[in-house]
């Protein structure tokens, strides 16, 4: 603790914030185990890679959510889809969710 951090309230955070998608990044124990560190991991890279803002994708990092056996899960609300999402699959997901990327 330094005494910089920010306060427990603010105005700022009194309001949902307006999101596209908000993302639930399981970090339980066994979405761990299972890759959920790698799947956070590359989820936040893609998504910075992109430019993806948090006004189109707010990625949340949560305990546990079950069921554990399709780890690392992964929820997408509003659309309220759950899926297991190794790290290797982001891209594809990203291009299902948000469209796939134009070439330059």
Known sequence: MTGREAGLTSPAWQ??????????VCRGPRCNARGGDRT????????????VTD???LMTQTGCMYPCN?????V??????????????????????LGPEEDS
């Open 40 to 51: 956070h991991a590359a989820l936040s890279a893609e998504l910075h890679r992109r430019g």
């Open 15 to 24: 309001e949902v914030p307006p999101v596209r998608y908000h993302m639930l």
């Open 70 to 74: 399709h780890a690392p899960l992964v």
């Open 76 to 97: 997408v609300h509003p659309d309220g889809r759950w899926m297991s999402l190794p790290a290797e699959r982001v891209p594809e997901v990203l291009d299902d969710l």
């Open 55 to 57: 006004e189109d994708v």
